[in-house]
């Protein structure tokens, strides 16, 4: 069975289930509405699409990067690298180099991957309004008075992170910083997805706690 | 081809009253059709919960495999042949956007009608068409389809050469059909042990499931009958098919045939 298919369909389910957590989203995807993110990351054997409509459809695309870059229309964007090359992503400074190096390229619509990265990056979720809606008001609360520094210090840590993209947005040269929004949008989900289970085994120890009194 | 009604049926020339399979018994070839369309009338209700429930699930990751490998963009025409209840037609919706089209084509109007109701509770329609047709003789122009496939549907067409054949013309230049079939598994393990689920299995769960165990022997016996991945791909470049391939999943209990019309 192609791993390519379950990893996809995991992903899709992640980001579908994440997005509508931020009434905001709803607005930035409309934007993006019929825009397609292609991404191919050496040595990866597929590269991965996300196509934008009401939802977000993830799938591994088995054409090659030159392929889809011959078929991109004015709705898509191509982003190629190589994995050993994403650490150095983080150096804004060095982006520059690792395109005149042509480790890194992008082909066709850079505002696409600036949008995708904007609708992972702004995600605002009330985390404690999420959990009021499963558990009790009070519960909810207690949980995240206890687990609003993990939380506090996550989203500081994704505050300085989008400052840095902000910067590099300004400082760097617009294709560059493009880029480096898409590498981490994937890390940007994964972040909120542990965010979520810190919070639920707080409100596990939390409940925990309340039986035995 | 409207949204909202399904165009009339179209049935295939039948001249020769010669056998065909139907399962495992040997029918008259013009009795094929409405056996079949007796079987999908019978499963239709409770297709999908099904399909989930026999494959564990894993009938979605092949779909997505075929959709992966179907390349659709956006302002592509798609044929989605013997479409059933719709499952690769949402996906193709979404992916070729407003300025493509999909049409799911399916013989069988009540699974067309499960399909339809589906799609719509979603909000999927503008970009959809309905149509019932029958795989061997399809009602569309020549060279209109960039993208055809067809997903567990032609193991019960009774002429499948003759759908092979229906679904070039119809293709542009350019274009590709997935077919996405059971198939032979390639080990003999897997296959011992496939046969004594869609066999005893299979047809146990039909009952208990679907209060129907006839159909569901009919799912068993079809797969058996059908061409192994080789035949298939022979049939494919009978019809006109250039570099036609196959992709065996789930150790061949499946199998993604690609075809493309140059
Ligand atoms: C097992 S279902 C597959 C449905 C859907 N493609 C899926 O994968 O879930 C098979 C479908 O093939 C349709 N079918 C059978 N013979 C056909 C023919 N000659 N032309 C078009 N569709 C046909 C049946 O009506 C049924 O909906």
Redesign the interface.
């Known amino acids: 069975m192609p791993a390519s298919a379950l990893l996809t369909a995991t992903l899709e389910q992640a980001i579908n289930r994440v997005l509508p957590l931020d009434p905001d989203s709803a607005a930035r995807l409309q934007a993006l509405s019929g825009a397609r993110l292609t991404a191919f990351v050496a040595p990866l054997p597929f590269g991965l699409s996300l196509s934008f409509s009401e939802q977000v459809d993830v799938h591994a695309v088995h054409e090659a990067p030159a392929e889809v870059v011959a078929a991109l229309t004015e709705k898509d964007c191509c982003i190629q690298t190589s994995l050993s090359v994403l650490p150095e992503l983080q150096q804004t400074s060095q982006l520059t180099r690792l395109i005149q190096q042509q480790k890194l390229t992008v082909d066709g619509e850079l505002q696409i991957a600036q949008q995708v990265s904007a609708l992972f990056q702004q995600l605002d979720i009330d985390w404690e309004d999420q959990l009021a809606q499963v558990t009790n008001d009070v519960i909810a609360h207690q949980a995240f008075t206890t687990g609003r520094q993990v939380h506090e210090r996550v989203s500081s840590l994704l505050g300085t992170f989008s400052r840095t993209l902000g910067n590099a947005v300004v400082e760097e040269k617009q294709l560059a910083a493009h880029r480096l929004a898409v590498m981490h949008f994937n890390d940007s989900v994964s972040t909120l997805r542990d965010d979520v289970a810190r919070a639920e085994s707080r409100l596990e120890k939390l409940e925990q706690r309340l039986t035995k009194r | 081809m409207s949204d909202n009604a399904p165009s009339t049926p179209v049935k295939a020339a039948q001249t020769e009253q010669e056998k065909t399979d139907f399962g495992f018994s040997q029918v008259e070839k013009t009795q094929k059709a409405s056996l079949v369309a007796n079987v999908f009338d019978s499963v239709a209700a409770k297709y999908d919960i099904m399909n989930d429930f026999m494959s564990m699930g894993?009938h979605?990751?092949?779909k997505?495999?075929t959709?992966?490998?179907a390349?659709a963009?956006?302002?592509h025409k798609v044929l989605d042949i013997a479409g059933g209840t719709g499952d690769l037609t949402a996906?193709f919706s979404?992916?070729v956007?407003?300025t493509g089209s999909v049409t799911l084509a399916d013989i069988n109007l009540s699974m067309l009608k499960v399909g339809r109701d589906k799609l719509r509770d979603r909000?999927l329609i503008s970009n959809i068409d309905y149509v019932q047709a029958d795989a061997e003789a399809l009602p569309f122009p020549d060279n209109h389809f960039d993208i055809v496939t067809m997903a567990f549907g032609l193991r019960n067409v009774t002429e499948k050469q003759n759908a092979l054949n229906s679904i070039f013309r119809v293709l542009k230049p350019g274009g590709r059909l997935l077919v996405l079939e059971f198939s032979k598994p390639t080990s003999e393990q897997l296959s011992k042990l496939y046969d004594m689920y869609s066999f005893h299995v299979l047809p146990k769960m039909g009952q208990l499931v679907a209060n129907d165990a006839d159909s569901y022997q009919y799912l068993a016996e079809s797969i058996r009958m059908h061409p192994d991945q080789e035949t298939l791909k022979g049939m494919f470049e009978q019809a006109g098919f250039e570099q036609c391939d196959y992709q065996n999943?789930?150790g061949g209990i499946v199998a993604l045939h690609r075809g493309y019309k140059f």
């Open positions: 894993v979605r990751l092949w997505r495999y959709i992966d490998c390349g963009r956006a302002g996906k979404r992916l956007g407003p909000g999943l789930t």
